[in-house]
């Protein structure tokens, strides 16, 4: 049975890609790629002359089922037209089938722009939540916004020039005034992080217009004044620190600091925790 590969090829810059990645794509029997033309380039480039076939967004129904059949006894390579494959393309269908179908699937690690941008932001990077891109409509982009509004992980998205503005007035809305940094042309010539508050974007968009791609990070809900953690926050947080050398009581202690919460609730919350892990991993 043939093997599935996932290769991450570069996001901008054609030197960003591992000498894995390059010896993958030229020894496998097909490559399946989103875009075939930028596809096609980077093969030329690094002079690999491995068949391509288109497989993408609108041709999945009918190419999922035909690309499977062809790993019964051929290695299948997939790439998108930047980055890493199965991250807000098609390639998740295509995984799902030829696991499903006792296929043994491969990553080929390499270039990823919501990586790369949350590294670079100066942000949080414990705990982040990919988000991908908004949606297009507005009140589906509020709804959004919205379910992750008091989540206190830094967020990353990706959005087009085109609707950034738009969507810098709705996180304004839904997310209040946050620091916000945005990637823009990450590995090219005119990459560019721009450090921002989203209550200073209209002003800033006034005189910059946007263009490239831009990969968009936000920090994460802050607490303030008298304002009270949830649950779920709550024990995302015990849940992260859990590994760290403090007794249950202190660390109990260290957490009702910030999150507004009781010592003695936290405490019950994180033996209450202690108890449903080692129920579903004992």
Excluded at 233 to 256: C, D, S, T, W
Aim: proline share 4%; glycine share 6%.
């Amino acid at each position: 049975m043939g093997c599935l590969y996932l290769v991450a090829t570069p996001i901008g810059n054609l030197k960003d890609i591992t000498l894995r990645a390059l010896e993958t794509l030229k020894q496998v029997d097909l490559i399946a790629a989103e875009d075939t033309r930028q596809t096609g380039v980077l093969l030329d480039h690094y002079q690999i002359h491995t068949r391509l076939t288109s497989y993408h967004e609108h041709n999945k129904e009918t190419k999922t089922a035909s690309l499977v059949d062809f790993l019964h006894e051929h290695d299948l390579a997939l790439v998108s037209d930047a980055g890493t494959p199965g991250l807000n393309d098609p390639g998740y269908e295509i995984v799902k089938e030829a696991l499903a179908r006792g296929h043994q699937v491969v990553p080929i690690p390499g270039a990823s722009s919501p990586i790369s941008a949350l590294t670079a932001s100066g942000l949080p990077t414990d705990q982040f939540l990919y988000i991908g891109y908004l949606p297009r409509k507005r009140t589906e982009r509020l709804k959004l916004l919205h379910e992750v509004e008091k989540l206190p992980y830094t967020l990353v998205m990706l959005e087009t020039p085109h609707r950034l503005v738009a969507a810098m007035v709705d996180l304004r809305q839904a997310l209040g005034n946050r620091r916000i940094v945005l990637g823009r042309e990450m590995t090219k010539k005119f990459e560019e992080f721009i450090h921002l508050t989203l209550d200073k974007a209209d002003e800033y968009f006034l005189t910059h217009e946007p263009r490239g791609e831009f990969t968009v990070v936000i920090e994460g809900k802050t607490r303030s004044g008298d304002e009270t953690w949830n649950r779920y926050a709550l024990e995302a947080e015990v849940h992260r620190r859990m590994g760290e050398p403090y007794q249950a009581r202190e660390l109990a202690k260290e957490i009702a600091l910030a999150s507004g919460w009781n010592s003695k609730d936290i405490y019950d919350v994180i033996h209450e925790l202690r108890k449903r892990d080692a129920h579903e991993f004992g």
